[in-house]
């Protein structure tokens, strides 16, 4: 087994909410958003989701338990054989859906962080700014009610940034609750949010 | 956020910009890449393994058939031998001996070995215009008899040795139980082979299949984390793969029927010359009948099959890796930042 990366953490993100998890390189944000995310799970502890104990859930239910929440990978897990419109219409696609009700919706999310030009480009072409608004359109597309994002502003200049951060604003704003993994101090001065500080496996809240 | 009217969208584009971009979408693309360098290899490594599974169950059904025409041929006639004796009518002798076999049950023709035909058996031997009467040469008598239903060789030797001392039964049993050792040997090295080959192939396309599969595990992990159920991933995967194997398997198999199909041409078109009647001779008739081409679609099918199950299967176990990270807390360390 690995060294314990993360201990004694009691918190919740509530319905709606808009929070920062910060905390220096290692201390084990993208651990804890694997953990929200279920891509993980807890060698101890417990934790709820949607009201329900994550570790009694049967397998079969994940997707649609990940359905609800959005995450943006921070390596953007893009697919390279997918267009950008194609990828941020992914979600849309595995649910079953027919192009036709999604596709103006996709291209005018696609068209709001800036990819509106870009939209039949493959992701080996699009630049490392570019490739993390397509992964936080993609994140988005489908509404979900809680958003997990890591680092999502690590690859574009300072008013990209400010635009993304809009967006989840926005996105907050219309009920979803937000949860932005970062160490950028100038990106968390720009909102009053709760800010979750993880650092040596321990976390303070601060709201 | 796809049913969500646009007014609820931060800043929505205008329309008109909307519908302009959404004429320049490419038709979308499927979910699996429909060609690459592992697809390719897959679909020839299938191609190959069809072509040798339909190759060798050709030849071991041509192989097979010819050995039971050999035992057929042979056991469906037995020959009754008069030796020559002064004091003998060798024409009346031939005559009972033929109407005293033919009063066996079990028995459907006689034929008497005539003179000529007689000295045309022995041309090699004893050279051009041979005059029989005056050689010892023992006559033939050939029996036609009922393959099913043979008649009672003990009884009709002891009736014939009886009725002319000089006549000797040759129900060529001999011969008969070396060739069916001899086929039974020949089949069964053939179903040896095949099943062989059959395992060979069965492999091939499993490890194939995977290996391939393998470089696509990040679609699985991708489509597996925005919600896709894996039912959904797998039937992609199945499709493609399908796909994939029917090109393979069809090009094989449609190879090896061509291979058959033209052989079996040219020996009808090459009839009676004495390439054609050695090679028939050896291995028989290159035709493998409709059995054969059966045979062909169903390793075709079984191709097909397999790779889709194969497909599924690793998808299906890919996906449960996935979650068994999420389990496994000694992998988690893998996976933080």
Redesign the interface.
Known sequence: ???E?LRDLTFDIPRKSFQFLTGP??A????LL?LL?????P?RGLIRMFDRNISVIP??E???L??RVG?V??DF???D???T??NV?????????D?S?????V??????VGL?ER??VLPPVLSGGEKQRAAIA?A????PEILLADEPTGNVDPPMARRLL??FM??NR?GTAVVIATHDLSLMDQVEARRMILSQGRLDIYE | MSEAPSNKRPAPAPPDQARKAAMRVRPTAPIVPSTNVSGNALMLVIAIMSFLACLTLGAVSMVRATAESWQSQISREITVQIKPDDKLDMDKALADARDLALTFDGTTAGNIVDKEATARLLEPWLGEGLDLDELPVPRLVIITIDEQNPPDFAAMRKALTEAIPQAYLDDHRTWVDRLVAMAHTTALIGTGVLVLVFSAMVLTVIFATRGTLSGNRHIVEVLHFVGAEASFVASEFQKHFLKISLKGAGAGGLLAATCFAAASFWQSRALATPQSDQATALFGTFAIGWMGYLGIAAIMIVIALLTTLTARYTVMRTIYEIDLIRSDPARTDTHQN
């Not at chain 1, 219409?89 to 859906?97: E, S, T």
């Not at chain 1, 291209?107 to 709001?112: A, F, N, R, T, Y």
């Not at chain 1, 988005?140 to 509404?143: E, N, V």
């Open positions: 087994m690995g060294p990366i390189s290692g084990g944000k993208t651990t694997k995310f279920l891509s993980l799970q060698t397998r079969e994940f997707p649609m990940r359905r995450i990978f921070q897990r893009l697919l054989h997918l267009t419109y194609e219409a992914l979600p849309l696609r595995v649910r079953g859906k192009e009700t999604y596709r103006s919706d291209l005018e999310l696609l068209g709001w509106g939209i039949n993609r988005l597309i489908d509404r809009n967006l926005e996105l219309l």
